[in-house]
């Protein structure tokens, strides 16, 4: 064959990616499925994908620096005596203690408190690092119940009863052993090193008119004082919803499968549960036709980055938002500055995901006493309330660029899709058209 | 003696009951309460601290003595789903039967059931004691990580499954164990363990020697691909 004769070029292919492949192989060798942190990186259809329309002839703007845009949200008017009164609708997720490190922990809380937000405990009991420099504190009540105990739900603000998270609705948590140090062990209840296999229900109740008794439960356990939240995993937002309000609820958190996670299997991370914006309007529907749409306060999370992605969370019906990632990024996580030590690791800043191993260079997620001393929680804490700060006027930025005296106000009309699925997902006019697929005619 | 405090639940309402019960302090020497008519009202007695003797006089609802921190609570009858959830310290005594989850979670304290208790008895069980004169539902102790379940009668299907550190003892049958649950030895420390939680249930005498003992074969602690099957 003649040198020039021209040849077919190596060609990957699209169903078996370098990535496919790669786990492939890594997985033959190893026997045990991936783990990692964070949450679905797949494009999925998000907020990006709605745009807001803003004002003009038929409606006027509010002037930027003198026509005030409020932003303060109250959680659980439904029951509660005493519900949460934040003054921004951004929330710090519930985050672990265990996955992150105590330092992370408080800075999570002296940032909210700055900001006048609440922070939220996790799957792990509440360390008096986060209750100390936390305002309002939200006690998770997990299906593991590790560290749950009398004083700390009668001194925690709200309590979350944990349903599923959106990165993997139906599933436990999960804690691998180079993070089981002996203090996360003595909450837990667990021998130190050991893998931590979690239970993903809960152990004495199942379905909604049990939950409805453990709510009663958890409100005589707490003199009926405490906003009592139930977060759910987005797969199925309409019924879930209902259902937790049925059974009481007085906020709904509903959390899209971009959400993150500490440590699950990717698999599941990538392939179960819905993209965010396909779960509100299925939620807040189901709260419309219970005749409950902010009177039990729906939360969304999942993928939350900026003051847009608050807007449109708020105008497709949500009233706050959560972030969990986003918070983390603000602390210093995948920061560009640690690259050699993310090189070291075999992975580069913006990718970082071993958040399960706990050598974290950024001292976030991990329980190595070393690692976790780099992060200055008064510095991290300054740094979260500065993000949630700047969310925060974005998102006034666009509401009051619709006209809007409130965040609240905002609403679907202020929008349009950008895309067909989004359109679909959302229910909002294709731009530049008064169609969305599904609606009738005419 | 002090007279017994009475509350009718045919008068008062379980927030009532529970108001007053979760006022008193840890130091409080209010004599016994007798709760009459609880006809098997939800969430009685919950979240009390003071070391008071309560009588529950019938069936119980759900989460009876739930998340209880020192009482003394007897339980004149049978009780529903949960009872002594989450216990933290003191005594829950159950008269009758307990249906499922019995002493789920619970840290400390005991709890002590006359009859037989449901499903899931002492699951995720965090070191509080369970003795059950009777026998047990299956999934009894699943993932129980510390603490004592022992059962007089029979266990049923999975005892101990995804067991961390808790320790079972079953003197009768045990219909099957579940992942990673071994029989352990019966030695002079295990059979006086169970001597002294008998003893304290008021049942010694049973013979303590008559028990095996069932603990985490902890072949789970730490993952490997052949015991994928386990998972
Ligand atoms: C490190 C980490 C730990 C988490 N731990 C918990 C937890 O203990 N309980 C829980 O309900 N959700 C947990 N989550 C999920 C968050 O509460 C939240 O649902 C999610 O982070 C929101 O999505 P976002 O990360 O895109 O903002 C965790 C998330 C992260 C990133």
Redesign the pocket.
């Known amino acids: 064959m003649p040198a020039d004769t021209p040849r077919t070029p190596p060609r990957v292919s699209a169903t078996f990616d370098r990535a496919t492949i790669a786990e492939i192989q890594r997985a033959a060798a190893t026997g045990i499925y991936d783990i990692r942190?964070?949450?679905a990186k797949r494009r999925l259809p998000h907020f990006d994908d709605l745009l807001f329309l803003g004002a003009s002839m038929s409606r006027y703007p509010l002037e930027g620096y003198r026509e005030r845009c409020g932003t303060d949200v109250v959680l659980g008017t439904r029951h509660a005596k005493t519900p949460i009164e934040i003054r921004i609708p951004i929330t710090i997720?519930?985050?672990?203690f265990g996955?992150?490190s105590g330092n992370a922990k408080e800075a999570l809380g002296r940032g909210a408190t700055i900001a006048g937000t609440s922070t939220?405990?996790?799957?792990?009991g509440m360390t008096e690092e986060e209750r100390g420099h936390s305002r309002s504190l939200i006690y998770?009540y997990?299906p593991s119940r590790y560290g749950m105990n009398l004083r700390d739900l009668r001194r925690c603000d709200a309590i979350?009863i944990?349903i599923g998270?959106?990165?993997k609705p139906g599933g436990g948590?999960m804690l691998l052993g180079q993070k089981i140090t002996d203090r996360v062990a003595a909450m837990r209840d667990l021998p130190p090193g050991i893998d931590q296999r979690s239970a993903c229900r809960h152990p004495d109740w199942t379905g909604p008119d049990d939950l409805e008794i453990k709510i009663e439960e958890l409100r005589e356990l707490t003199g009926w004082e405490k906003p009592i939240f139930v977060?759910i995993g987005a797969s199925r937002p309409y019924y879930d919803v209902a259902l937790a309000v049925k059974a009481g609820a007085d906020v709904v958190?509903l959390?899209?499968m971009?959400?993150?996670?500490?440590a699950t299997q990717e698999v599941f991370i990538e392939h179960v549960g819905l993209p965010t914006l396909a779960a509100i309007r299925p939620a807040v529907r189901a709260l419309q036709e219970l005749g409950m749409h902010r009177r039990v306060q729906l939360v969304v999370?999942?993928?939350?980055r900026s003051g847009a992605d608050v807007a449109k969370a708020l105008a497709l019906g949500a009233d706050a938002v959560?972030?969990?990632?986003?918070?983390?990024i603000a602390l210093g996580d995948n920061a560009p500055a640690l690259e050699a030590e993310y090189q070291a690791l075999g992975t580069t800043a913006g990718a970082y995901d071993d958040?399960h191993e706990g050598r974290d260079p950024a001292g976030i997620?991990t329980q190595d006493p070393a690692l976790a001393a780099r992060l200055d929680p008064v510095l991290g804490g300054r740094r979260l309330a500065n993000y949630l700060a700047v969310m925060t006027m974005e998102a006034q930025a666009i509401a009051r660029a619709c006209g809007k005296s409130h965040l609240h106000n905002l609403e679907p009309e202020d929008m349009v899709a950008l895309t067909m699925e989004a359109a679909a997902m959302t229910q909002l006019p294709l731009a530049g058209t008064d169609w969305y697929p599904g609606k009738a005619p005419g | 003696m002090t007279a017994a405090t009475v509350i009718d639940l045919d008068v008062a309402t379980v927030r009532d009951l529970n108001a007053r019960l979760q006022a008193l302090g840890r130091d409080s020497n209010l004599g016994p309460v007798h709760v009459r008519h609880p006809r098997g009202r939800h969430a009685l007695a919950v979240g009390v601290s003071a070391p008071v003797d309560i009588l529950l006089d019938g069936p119980v609802g759900y989460y009876a003595g739930g998340m209880n921190d020192g009482a003394r609570i007897v339980i004149d009858g049978n009780a529903a789903t949960g009872v002594a959830e989450n216990m933290m310290a003191g005594l829950v005594r159950v008269r009758g039967d307990a249906s499922q989850s019995a002493g789920a979670t619970a840290h400390g304290g005991l709890l002590v059931i006359e009859g037989n208790a449901g499903a899931r008895c002492g699951i995720s069980l965090k070191g509080a004691d369970i003795v059950v004169g009777g026998s047990v539902g299956h999934m009894s102790a699943f993932m129980a990580q510390s603490g004592t379940l022992v059962v007089c009668g029979d266990a049923g299907e999975a005892l101990g499954d995804s067991l961390y550190e808790a320790r079972l003892f079953v003197r009768g049958a045990v219909r099957s164990l579940g992942a990673d649950c071994e029989e352990k030895p019966m030695g002079a420390a295990e059979r006086a363990l169970v001597a002294a939680l008998l003893d304290r249930a008021g049942m010694a005498a049973i013979d303590a020697a008559s028990f095996r003992c069932f603990g985490s074969a902890r072949r789970l602690y730490h993952f490997h691909v052949d015991n994928a099957q386990a998972y």
């Open positions: 942190g964070g949450g997720a519930g985050m672990s996955a992150l939220t405990t996790g799957d792990g998770q997990l979350e944990v998270q959106g990165a948590g977060k958190v959390d899209g971009q959400g993150g996670t500490a999370s999942g993928g939350i959560s972030i969990g990632t986003a918070a983390l958040w997620t």
